[in-house]
């Protein structure tokens, strides 16, 4: 009978999982003079945090979809207990995206896109930071909406839309009340082809009925750096 050559349980990796993203907080409790302990509290409970980054999406099949460019943002977050805070967030920027007309060869524009959301945080190393450092991670859940763009005729629109995706990122506290962000995030949001996209008018259908699909999901990654002012302690 075949045997993998590396047989390690589910049970197993999560328990190695386990050990490597508790460590730290369990490194904070023992094995250190609190004097001279790499780990100090996080007194923080209220911080107002601007950002500024680039979002590289995927626009979709054809493009259509707003896709690359320049975000800033504000977000406020709050302390909920433990290792874990509620986080509520807006941005915006202008992003690239691709026009396709019924009496045009297909064009590049750019499109206004605003985004707001709410979520949580869990910070890895607790009510503590390591080194001044709070590696986190999270996931928020919200809406977006794109300003209209009169040169698209093909029925396309990108307006509201639900928004939700994952986040991870680290911080750095240089003093008590400030702190510098570095943030991964995926912001995943659906794309609706209109009935021209199936048909002849634009020059040639830019879908097959049947074989592609009306609607799809597609993944925006974003970069952001940031800015945190503690308002509470």
Excluded at 74 to 101: D, H, K, Q, S
């Amino acid at each position: 009978m075949y045997e993998p050559r590396f047989p390690l349980s589910n049970t197993a990796l999560q328990v190695a999982l386990l050990a490597v993203f508790c460590c730290p907080a369990a490194g904070a409790q023992v094995g250190h003079d609190p004097a001279r302990s790499p780990y100090r509290d996080l007194p923080v409970s209220h911080t107002l945090v601007t950002s500024g980054g680039f979002l590289s999406g995927s626009g979709g099949r054809r493009g259509a979809g707003p896709s690359d460019g320049p975000f800033v943002g504000l977000r406020y977050t709050m302390r909920l207990g433990g290792p874990f805070e509620a986080v509520f967030n807006t941005a915006g920027g202008r992003l690239r995206r691709i026009v396709y007309n019924t009496n045009a060869a297909p064009d590049t524009t750019t499109q206004s896109v605003l985004i707001g959301d709410v979520g949580f945080q869990f910070l890895l190393t607790g009510q503590k930071t390591w080194h001044g450092l709070v590696p986190y991670f999270g996931a928020s859940l919200g809406a977006a909406y794109g300003d209209g763009v009169p040169q698209d005729s093909s029925g396309f629109q990108f307006r509201w839309r639900f928004q939700f995706g994952p986040q991870v990122g680290i911080r750095w506290y240089a003093t008590r009340a400030v702190s510098l962000r570095i943030e991964g995030r995926d912001i995943m949001w659906r794309l609706r082809y209109p009935t021209a996209y199936f048909l002849f008018p634009l020059g040639a259908p830019l879908m097959v009925d049947g074989v592609d699909p009306p609607s799809e999901w597609t993944h925006n990654p974003t970069l952001t750096i940031g800015l945190g002012i503690a308002t509470r302690f």
